[in-house]
């Protein structure tokens, strides 16, 4: 078996509970306990299973999550067996994660994409009913953090726009659709990039998007991010196809649809003409919220816009509590007066 080389000393004794998830190397003969832990084909892996079942978002951030668990018992993704899972391995990384002080959302995530993993081991007759329950048992953890990311300003947003603008290429105008579609319609990325021109109707003003869980929600547009939108089809064309396309150096437009990672290539881009402190692409989405919020927006139609499936979600962008702590905060003054320098005469 590999060495389990990232398990703190502290957690030494804690090896032992991997054993189940580990693939044996030494050439003996394995013990009847060891059989079940042979190889299964990709096809029939609960992992693979559990992932093909989520959102192409989703999917990413709970592989992401399954590929940290590797690491953190000191395997590498293509030797964990996750049939083998069992309750005691998942208390064990439950454990390592608080000892390394992970963040309980972090660490209630992974304990989720793990149960997940552990059910669709059920579902395929890889676990036992009675193991499964007992892994259902285990508790999250709680606490929690401040939010990630940052809400950009009005005039980081205007910078940005301004940035679009200077570019009289194609490219220009797409980055600015971009930042509309995300900074001001709150859009996430893969929300983004997944639309169609059939998801837009010009005449209306609206984007059908397709959000987390295969949800459809309709998206009204202003009249700024709708005119930047405009802008991008005179170029593009209106052909049928990915409403957002890559735009070669040349400046042609290209037939397929943009990626994921060229949102984030391009945005970065764009800070940088702006001089605009980094942000990520979800940062956009938390500004159009947080502004919607600020501005005197209704909670539940919040919600919906977002197409956040709990309104505890939409909570989170809520800033109208913070800026009512800063008031109040000013409220216990103290009488200071700025020191002078020394040796200083009036």
Not at 99 to 108: C, D, K, M, Q
Not at 109 to 129: E, Y
Request: charge should be positive.
């Amino acid at each position: 078996m590999k060495s389990l080389a990232l398990v703190p000393k502290s957690g030494a004794g804690h090896s032992r509970a991997f054993l189940s998830l580990a693939t044996p190397s030494v050439k003996r003969a394995p013990e009847p306990s060891e059989r079940r832990l042979r190889a299964v084909p990709a096809r029939a892996c609960p992992a693979t299973l559990y992932l093909a079942g989520l959102h192409a978002s989703g999917r990413r951030a709970m592989t992401a999550k399954l590929r940290s668990v590797a690491r953190l018992v000191g395997l590498s993704a293509d030797e964990i067996r996750w049939s083998g899972l069992r309750s005691e391995v998942i208390s064990v990384v439950r454990a390592l994660m608080l000892e390394r002080h992970y963040a309980p959302s972090t660490i209630n995530a992974t304990l989720s994409a793990l149960k997940g993993v552990a059910h669709a081991a059920w579902q395929l007759k890889q676990l036992k009913t009675d193991e499964y329950q007992r892994i259902r048992d285990v508790k999250g953890v709680n606490g929690s953090r401040l939010p990630r990311g940052r809400a950009l300003s009005d005039r980081e947003v205007s910078r940005l726009v301004d940035a679009c603008l200077r570019d009289s290429s194609p490219a220009g105008a797409r980055d600015l659709a971009l930042v509309a579609l995300l900074g001001s319609c709150g859009l996430r990325r893969s929300e983004a990039t997944s639309l169609d021109l059939s998801h837009f109707d010009e005449e209306v003003g609206t984007l059908r998007v397709r959000g987390k869980g295969d949800k459809e929600r309709l998206v009204y547009l202003g009249r700024e991010p709708l005119h930047a939108l405009h802008d991008w089809l005179d170029l593009r064309g209106r052909v049928a196809g990915p409403l957002l396309r890559p735009v070669s150096k040349s400046g042609e437009v290209e037939a397929r649809r943009l990626s994921d990672q060229a949102v984030y290539n391009a945005l970065r881009k764009r800070a940088k003409e702006a001089h605009v402190r980094a942000f990520s692409p979800h940062d956009l989405r938390r500004t159009c919220i947080t502004n919607m919020l600020d501005r005197g927006g209704d909670l539940s139609v919040v919600q919906d816009i977002a197409g956040h499936s709990s309104i505890s979600t939409t909570k989170i962008y809520d800033r109208r509590g913070e800026a009512a702590k800063r008031r109040t905060s000013a409220l216990a003054s103290l009488p200071y007066r700025r020191r002078r320098p020394q040796g200083r005469e009036d």
